[in-house]
């Protein structure tokens, strides 16, 4: 049986980019739709059995429907092709107010097999290559888990342990009435403790969400733990039953640039009497981010090292931000102008930013009329730190040479 498993595709981040007049579309759009394209079109390639999505479909829970529209088209020709298709809703998903629909709750109606979770639910679904046991754990929302009285006066930590305990149980639970003879995969969104988290969301991920361990998801007979929430992709569980974030399929910030942006195949084969996983990370197309940061001091040519940088990598259809560290008196000297030109080909310039090191002027060494000669060439010395050291040589040459000359004799 082979899966796609996605998630995190956020749809309609428009950050770093321009409305494209031939379309009149924000041209981030276009790049998530590229990638979400470029996913499905794999899937059909590989004629997956189910496309899995493990939550956050779109930026914010109230999409445009030019958003929604995009969304559908793409997981149209996998709705042509008969592929069953599950989403799972995500945190950005879900509504703030109770009772209203999620953002994806509509696609629950596209023609063909598509199941979307909103609860935490064991189902079993159709597949060409037959049933597959589907643990689904959406995004833990407090207003569908904790309806009882007893919990709504219970702090932030406090909520939390009890979400964490509720999907334990819920997961230990459904394990037990599993056929094991059956591929089975739980897909969730939330965090997992060892998780390491994108540059985008350091930020972002707040202390009280619920966390869960690898020993509590990978438990028999569990084939595969597909996650979302987290963009990084990453295997948390390398020796064992696979725990796998799929990544986001496109960057969203400079956080991301070097991280790999795309999804997952996965393949359970279960005709022996042991069943196999196996997986492989695909890439997608996603848009480049290219961070230069550049030291141009003590540069005769400040203007001309930042070019030379520019010169030497690839910028050409990226988002490209350069920032520069010159002295103080170099800054006249740098000529923006032909920095941005020298980044034409960029698909989009998101800054060229100038951090300036002033010159260390050092204070002039003031002496009284009265000052005796120690007096005055100790306060030049503590104001010359490089002095220092000599301070006890200096001040005595110099009484010497004073002395010598109070008598009429110079140095010979």
């Known amino acids: 049986m082979k899966i796609l498993h996605t998630a995190d595709i956020h749809l309609g981040i428009t950050t770093y980019g321009r409305v494209d007049p031939s379309t009149g579309l924000n041209t981030r759009l276009q790049d998530f739709r590229r990638a979400f394209e470029f996913m499905v079109e794999q899937a059909l390639a590989e004629d997956v059995d189910l496309f899995l999505f493990c939550g956050d479909a779109f930026r914010n829970p109230d999409p445009s429907p030019t958003e929604q529209t995009i969304f559908a ?57 037959g049933p597959l046991q589907l643990i689904a754990l959406p995004w833990p929302v407090r207003s569908l888990l904790l309806s009882r009285e007893e919990f709504r006066q219970k702090s932030a930590s406090e909520v939390r342990e009890v979400i964490e305990q509720l999907y334990v149980e819920y997961v230990q639970k459904a394990v037990e009435r599993l056929d094991p003879s059956l591929p089975t995969v739980l897909a969730g969104h939330f965090s997992v403790q060892g998780a390491e988290l994108s540059g985008s969301e350091r930020t972002s991920l707040i202390a009280h969400e619920p966390k869960f361990t690898v020993g509590q998801l990978a438990l028999p007979p569990i084939d595969y733990v597909a996650l979302g929430h987290i963009h990084r992709h990453q295997n948390l569980n390398p020796d064992g039953i696979p725990v796998v974030y799929s990544s986001s399929i496109e960057r969203v910030t400079f956080r991301e640039a070097d991280d790999p942006k795309g999804f997952v195949l996965v393949e359970i084969q279960s005709d022996g009497p042991r069943k196999q996983t196996r997986y492989r990370f695909v890439e997608t197309p996603a848009r480049r981010f290219v961070d230069l940061n550049i030291d141009a001091r003590n540069s005769d040519d400040p203007t001309e090292r930042i070019l030379s940088a520019i010169a030497r990598t690839p910028v050409a259809d990226a988002i490209v931000r350069v920032r520069y560290q010159v002295d103080e008196d170099q800054v006249a000297r740098v000529d923006v102008r032909r920095i941005r030109e020298a980044l034409r080909t960029a698909a989009h310039i998101a800054g060229v930013e100038r951090t300036v090191t002033p010159v260390v002027r050092e204070r002039r060494t003031i002496v009284e009329r009265d000052s005796s000669l120690r007096e005055a060439l100790s306060r030049y010395i503590d104001q010359h730190e490089k002095l220092h050291p000599l301070r006890e040589q200096l001040i005595e040459a110099a009484l010497v040479l004073e002395a010598r000359l109070e008598a009429g004799r110079l140095p010979e």
């Open 73 to 129: 088209e793409c997981l149209q020709p996998l709705t042509e092709r008969g592929i069953p298709i599950v989403l799972l809703v995500g945190n950005h998903d879900h509504p703030v107010t109770f009772g209203r629909a999620s953002s994806i709750d509509i696609f629950r109606y596209l023609e063909g097999q598509a199941r979307v979770f909103r609860r935490p639910e064991v189902a079993t679904i159709q597949t060409k290559s």
